[in-house]
Nanobody, 126 residues
Framework: QVQLVESGGGLVQPGGSLRLSCAAS????????IGWFRQAPGKEREGVSC????????YYPDSGRGRFTISRDNAANTVYLQMNSLIPEDAAIYYC???????????????????WGQGTQVTVSS
C-alpha cells in the first residue's frame, strides 16, 4: 500500500520557520518526483515546490523562491520542505504528492501526481 505521511506543521509567528516532512512507504521512492502543494480556505490548491526523483530538478513559485527549500533523502524515503520567513499568507494545509516523471523533472501541477498525503496544517499568526 502506497502511503505518504506529512508532518512538521504547526503554529508559528510571522518571520518564523518550519520544516515539513513527507515520509513515503510502499513505493520505490527514488523512482518518484515529489511535489508540495497547499490549500487555504476558500482558495485553490497551489504548487509550493517540487523535486525530481534524481534531485536535479526543483521548482519554486515566485511566492516561495528564496524562502522555501526542498530536499530529499532517498535512503530515508523522505522529502523535506524548509520554510523560512513565513508570512500569514503561507497559512494553509500542506500536502505532499508522489508521481512517476522523468528523472530530471518534476511538476508544479497536481494532475501529474497520483498519490497524495493527508496534509499537515501550517498556521502563521502572532
Amino acid at each position: 500500500q502506497v502511503q505518504l505521511v506529512e508532518s512538521g506543521g504547526g503554529l508559528v509567528q510571522p518571520g518564523g520557520s518550519l520544516r515539513l516532512s513527507c515520509a513515503a512507504s510502499g513505493l520505490t521512492f527514488d523512482d518518484y518526483a515529489i511535489g508540495w502543494f497547499r490549500q487555504a480556505p476558500g482558495k485553490e490548491r497551489e504548487g509550493v515546490s517540487c523535486i525530481s526523483s534524481s534531485s536535479v530538478g526543483t521548482y519554486y513559485p515566485d511566492s516561495g523562491r528564496g524562502r522555501f527549500t526542498i530536499s530529499r533523502d532517498n535512503a530515508a524515503n523522505t522529502v523535506y520542505l524548509q520554510m523560512n520567513s513565513l508570512i500569514p499568507e503561507d497559512a494553509a494545509i500542506y500536502y505532499c504528492a508522489a508521481g512517476r516523471l522523468v528523472r530530471y523533472d518534476c511538476s508544479r501541477y497536481g494532475a501529474a501526481y497520483g498519490t497524495w498525503g493527508q496534509g499537515t496544517q501550517v498556521t502563521v499568526s502572532s
